[in-house]
């Protein structure tokens, strides 16, 4: 499969890009900075020569995205999978008083509007691939009976998230193409902290097999968790 991967240079987006490579996919790893990327990920490009592509791109700047589709037009002419995996959490322990409106729309520009700016300019390669899936890396913070007392932007970010995934959903139900909005469990990443209970690379590991339609969907709904059973709205 050739599969869209974003935020690829570090935590569990490194891990799916890993992950994918070791299963034979073809990756464009999207990362902010390339220079950087290269030091970080050189033992990766050594070994995936041939199927890792390393890709500039900001999910905020549309114009960044405009010249990855291009380039992915170029180099494969069709997707078969995106994985929205970047995010951020900002503010986390603010309460609503202290919150800097700025930071909270930069947490939708990057955790939601990302995602659907994505979608938005790859579909037309996408609709060109086959088994298609579009997984969009969501939250239990989105949950809305969740149980985190503030996180207000990250968890409204990933609530709007599973809402776009859904509608998402229905709009490419007859074209056969998944869709879902997955929890990927308290990671160990830089985001997650290192008290956290599960390895990214078990849940990179889970979420591949998702992309690929290994794993039996038991939820009617987009937003499920890494073993495929259904998140709380
Ligand atoms: P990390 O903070 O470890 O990594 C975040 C990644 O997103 C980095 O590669 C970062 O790149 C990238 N990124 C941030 N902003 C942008 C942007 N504007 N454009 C492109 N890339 C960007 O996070 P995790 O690996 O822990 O999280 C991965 C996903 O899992 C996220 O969607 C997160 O919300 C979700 N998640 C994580 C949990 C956890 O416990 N860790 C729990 C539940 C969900 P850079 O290095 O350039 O900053």
Do not use: C
Request: proline residues 4%; neutral net charge; without cysteine.
């Amino acid at each position: 499969m050739k599969i869209l991967i974003t935020g690829a240079n570090r935590g569990l987006g490194n891990h799916l890009t890993k992950m994918a490579l070791e299963k034979g996919h073809s990756v464009a790893a999207g990362v902010r900075s390339i220079k950087e990327a290269e030091q970080q990920m050189k033992h990766l490009k050594d070994q995936y020569q041939n199927t890792l592509l390393l890709v500039e791109l900001d999910v905020t700047s549309e114009q960044n995205i405009n010249q990855v589709v291009n380039q992915i037009e170029k180099q494969w002419g069709y997707l078969d999978s995106i994985i929205n995996n970047a995010a951020i959490m900002i503010e986390r322990e603010k309460t609503v008083e202290d919150l800097d409106m700025d930071k909270v729309r930069l947490t939708f520009e990057v955790n939601t509007f990302g995602p659907m700016r994505i979608v938005q300019h790859f579909l037309p390669l996408i609709y060109a691939g086959e088994n298609q899936a579009i997984i969009n890396i969501s939250s239990e913070a989105g949950t809305i009976m969740n149980a985190f007392p503030t996180n207000y932007p990250y968890s409204m970010s990933k609530t709007a998230l599973n809402m776009f995934s859904e509608r998402l959903k229905e709009y490419l139900k007859d074209k056969r193409i998944r869709v879902y909005a997955v929890h990927p469990g308290w990671m160990k990443t830089d985001m997650g902290g290192m008290e956290a209970p599960y390895e990214p690379e078990n849940t990179a590991a889970k979420v591949i097999n998702i992309m690929e339609g290994k794993v039996k969907s038991y939820s009617k709904i987009a937003f499920i968790d890494f073993n495929g059973r259904p998140m709380p709205l």
